[in-house]
């Protein structure tokens, strides 16, 4: 195997390089929950996961309140996803992480 | 002294023949001139809304400014009383003559090392090309400074030119201790560097062990980034480092001298060396 063909095989088995980050939420309008991203799907996504993570912990700061019950304006499920949409794990803990789970 | 009279007598007679058409010549020349300024500003403001190549717009709006004070200085000449097809003439033999002087000594004349909107270092000052004129050099800094470099001192001093290269090979350094695993600390600078969107795929990012200093081991983790992510990924990459070693229980180096107490028997002095009996 050439050295080219190897470090392909190391490129698609090894580390998933992602192409962008968005931060992915719920909110409550009327009677509905519906999902929406940070930048939009028809923005450009972050190029940078410290910068999405950064975004989704304020989003939280500034929508939590006293009360726990989910309820109008009140955002939940806060977590970053990748181009692909899947859930990203929090680089500080290499784990998933999502603000105001419910 | 009856020359000097002459003389004197002369401009009063062309200033009773042709005094006023002189007078709005000049009045026509400097409000042409103030307007010329004024338009060109609002080009470039409008300009800037449309577009962000700072090097298309200083055209554009540099060219209008030209073509706009010839057209003063002709409307001004031939109110003055010149023929316009004279005025007109002397022009275009000057312009070319401008331009000709120009492509024939361009090899000799210095030229800055940089354009408009180009990121630059001179000296101490780090910013971004504002403009450029005959004489300095203006430059906006990250923190918000407005820096006037005269031209001949750039000429003279080192400058470093961001734009020059698209990309840019980011440093992140990271001492660890005797104690730790150099491989598995190798293994998640690579892997956060590799995952990284920012980071290119060649050069491959490449982590080195650099050096056994007096008290870690010196890592240095090498990626290349694109020109204006190269701050931001770098302060990414050293706090995504950081967090990962801690949570992988790899202890990050710091400054440290160890110093060992021996007890020494008391027929040796404070020297190490024996007493005699």
Known sequence: MKIGQALKVIDTGWIKKDKGYRVHYQRQTGNEVTTEYTPDLDDAPLDSDVAAWRTAWKLQQATQTENSEFGEGKMINIYVVNDQGEQVKYYKTNELKIYNKV | ?277
């Not at chain 2, 005094?19 to 001139?33: K, N, P, S």
């Not at chain 2, 080195?208 to 770098?234: C, H, Q």
């Open chain 2, 1 to 277: 002294m009856e020359s000097e009279f002459v003389k004197l007598q002369r401009i009063g007679d062309i200033m009773s023949s042709h005094g006023r058409e002189l007078a709005f010549a000049l009045i026509f020349l400097i409000v042409g001139l103030y307007l010329s300024k004024f338009l060109t500003k609002y080009l470039r403001l409008g300009l800037s809304r449309i577009t962000n190549n700072l090097n298309l717009i200083s055209i554009i709006s540099n060219s209008f400014y030209i073509l706009f004070l010839l057209a003063v200085i002709m409307v001004a000449s031939t109110q003055a009383g010149f023929k316009a097809q004279i005025v007109f003439r002397f022009l275009m033999v000057a312009g070319l003559a401008a331009v000709g002087i120009l492509v024939l000594f361009r090899p000799y004349i210095p030229s800055l090392p940089y354009k408009v909107g180009n990121t630059i270092k001179v000296g101490d000052v780090l910013g971004k090309v504002e403009a450029t004129t005959f004489l300095n050099t203006r430059i906006k800094t990250f923190d918000g400074l407005t820096v006037f470099i005269p031209n001949r001192q750039i000429l003279d001093d080192i400058v470093i030119n961001y734009h020059f290269t698209g990309t840019r090979r980011v440093k992140v350094d990271v001492g660890i201790g005797y104690d730790q695993d150099i491989l598995k600390a190798k293994r998640i600078m690579e892997e956060i560097m590799l995952a990284d969107p920012r980071v290119k795929k060649t050069p491959r990012p490449v982590v080195y062990t650099m050096d056994l200093e007096d008290s870690w081991v010196k890592l240095g983790g090498r990626a290349w980034v694109d020109n204006p992510k190269f701050w931001i990924t770098r302060c990414d990459l050293i706090e995504k480092v950081k967090y990962r070693f801690d949570k992988e229980n790899i202890r990050i180096a710091f400054p440290q001298l160890d110093i060992h107490h021996y007890e020494l028997p008391e027929s040796f002095d404070l020297a190490g060396e024996e007493i005699p009996a």
